[in-house]
């Protein structure tokens, strides 16, 4: 009767913990309005197509605008809150997932995988909205799951599927071709447990018998729907924007990665010299003085957190990435050798080894195919957080000698760190123009999209008044061009963008906009920032843009103005607007 009554409180503690889970993401869906990533995706989701989106990326990323389409066309999906509801439980989706394996799959403790869940929640920094981010990890996860399962069981049906799932996350973005990689696992698992070279050539075939039968589907289904030539040179150039987009090479994604970590070997450093210096304690001193040992390396690790804390390991200012990001680096480092330490650990089970394997590759992983170095690593902690926990847990477990009590310390330290910022960080930050809003507390009136939302009163007032007039002038019947940072205004203003919405992007080619601009039929309006408008009254050769090449397309814009006759007819603090 009692093992019952277990079973049904322990079901009803994970549900609640799930339904938390469910809940958790959502907590900011009203409050911050993105001009850039978050309103670019939603423009794009609303207004998707080739006549609307510059080929190369509604290629490169088309399974995820085609969900965020669909999207749109659920109720209230014409409006920011909604949309910031339906992309948020994606998020919801992965934490429930990452829990459920974690606790049935894995074994370990229920509270602990909430705890971590809710901590990698709150260090999402990226706006919901970039569901080609989102679904690349969710699609990482699944992949993850099912080749953790297939090669434990032998079942070469999950193999199969892993390599699918993997296969399928190329249609949401194209660079996820490097998450092939994650099918190493197949060798180095099979190198560990030392199978015959036939059975790791097995799985590594049913693998990619999956891989390539899921490409191969999505590539002939975009070649019915848009024509195989089409995708083919929209692929192409994607290749060719590493012209202008360096920090989209192979090279510098790696550099970037690389840099990441070694930028924090500075506080890495001051880890290592904590535990030397506790390791001198517990063999210099006797024996017998166990107890002394203890107090005096937890007397050195609270030194060091001390130093930490006043050495910008961390910040208080929750509208910056430093705020976590020195302890996110800690943290992933530590995962990192305690990964390694288990798959070379005689002692570990074959299931620790494999899962040290799959959590080495899903922190490299999940940082290659991006131009954000370490934090798309920072962003995917769905399935390291709770693997870090239990192997901190398990090794303060079966490590019993006092040599290892400074090891531990310093995995509590760096677990404290991130734990009081990441909470901090979760609760307080919300995305907005690449950075974390500040003063967010007015709400937006008059704007139908953006009803419920609430940003900071300059924001609020200046988008109010913008739409207010699109409305008078019956602007919204037309198209726009947009410049300067807002490509959110097209989703936010409900105006369909006469070509690529985010005009001023490095990876859209100089010659492309020049092209595209002078195919618009029909006289679009054109829509900039305050900034970029001044420019177009008084240029005087002055540098706008820091970036080259947004600064010649700026020009060019400018040449379009003059020789349409287009002039001036509103303007506030933070827009212009020409007819």
């Known amino acids: 009767m009692e093992n019952k009554k277990g079973r049904i409180a322990r079901k009803a503690v994970w549900s609640l913990f799930i339904l938390i889970l469910l809940i958790y993401p959502l907590r900011h869906v009203q409050i911050g309005v993105d001009l850039w990533d978050g309103g670019y995706n939603y423009a794009n989701f609303r207004y998707s197509g080739l006549e609307y989106m510059d080929s190369m990326w509604f290629f490169a990323t088309w399974l995820a605008n085609s969900i965020g389409s669909l999207f749109t066309k659920m109720p209230f999906g014409d409006t920011c809150l909604g949309m910031n509801i339906y992309t948020g439980l994606v998020v919801s989706f992965m934490a429930a997932m990452a829990f459920l394996f974690c606790v049935r799959g894995l074994k370990m403790p229920a509270w602990m995988v909430f705890g971590a869940e809710i901590l990698a929640i709150s260090l999402c920094w990226a706006p919901t909205a970039m569901l080609y981010s989102y679904l690349t990890y969710a699609f990482l996860l699944v992949g993850t799951i099912l080749l953790y399962q297939g090669l434990l069981s032998q079942k070469y049906g ?9 296969g399928f996350n190329v249609g949401n973005r194209f660079s996820n071709l490097v998450q092939t990689g994650l099918i190493l696992a197949v060798w180095l698992y099979g190198f560990i447990q030392k199978k015959k070279f036939k059975k790791v050539m097995q799985e590594t075939g049913w693998c990619v018998l999956g891989y390539v039968s899921a490409l191969a589907f999505f590539l002939a289904f975009m070649a019915l729907k848009y024509g195989f030539g089409n995708y083919v040179e929209g692929v192409f150039r994607l290749f060719q924007m590493t012209e202008n987009a360096e920090d989209y090479t192979p090279g510098r994604m790696l550099l970037g990665m690389v840099w990441a970590y070694y930028d924090c070997t500075y506080f890495l450093k001051r880890f290592g010299l904590a535990v030397v210096c506790g390791l001198a304690v517990c063999v210099i001193l006797p024996k017998k003085w166990a107890a002394l040992k203890r107090i005096a390396v937890i007397f050195i690790t609270a030194l060091l957190c001390v130093w930490l804390s006043r050495n910008l390991f961390y910040s208080g200012d929750f509208a910056v990435y430093n705020a976590v990001y020195y302890p996110c680096v800690t943290v992933l480092t530590m995962t990192l050798v305690l990964s390694v330490y288990n798959i070379v650990n005689k002692k570990a089970a074959k299931e620790d080894k494999l899962f040290g394997i799959l959590l080495v590759l899903t922190i490299l992983i999940t940082s290659l195919g991006g131009n954000n170095a370490i934090y798309a690593s ?28 400074p090891i531990k310390a310093i995995l509590v330290a760096g677990l404290f760190f991130l734990t009081v910022q990441g909470v901090q960080f979760g609760w307080y930050f919300v995305y907005e123009e690449a950075g974390g809003g500040r003063n967010l507390t007015a709400k937006v009136q008059d704007v139908p999209v953006l009803e419920g939302m609430i940003t900071s009163p300059e924001k609020a007032d200046t988008l109010s008044e913008l739409y207010l007039y699109i409305k008078e002038e019956k602007l ?46 029909g ?17 005087d050769g002055t540098r706008l843009f820091w970036d080259a090449t947004a600064q010649q397309k700026m020009d060019l814009l400018c040449s379009y103005i003059e020789e349409k006759g287009y002039r001036e007819t509103f303007r506030n603090e933070k827009f212009v607007v020409y007819e």
């Open 158 to 166: 999950y193999l199969i599927a892993a390599g699918a799932v993997l």
């Open 378 to 405: 920072i962003n995917n902690l769905f399935l390291v957080l709770p693997g870090f926990l239990w192997m901190v847990w398990k090794f303060c477990r079966e490590n019993v000698n006092i040599c290892y009590f």
């Open 476 to 521: 919204d019947e037309r198209e726009c061009i947009l410049y300067g940072n807002v490509p959110g205004l097209s989703f936010y203003m409900e105006m369909a963008p006469a070509m690529n919405v985010w005009s001023d992007l490095r990876s859209y080619d100089y010659e492309i906009m020049a092209q595209d601009l002078y195919e618009i039929e």
């Open 523 to 539: 006289r679009p309006v054109i829509l900039m920032s305050a900034e970029c408008g001044q420019y177009v009254t008084d240029r």
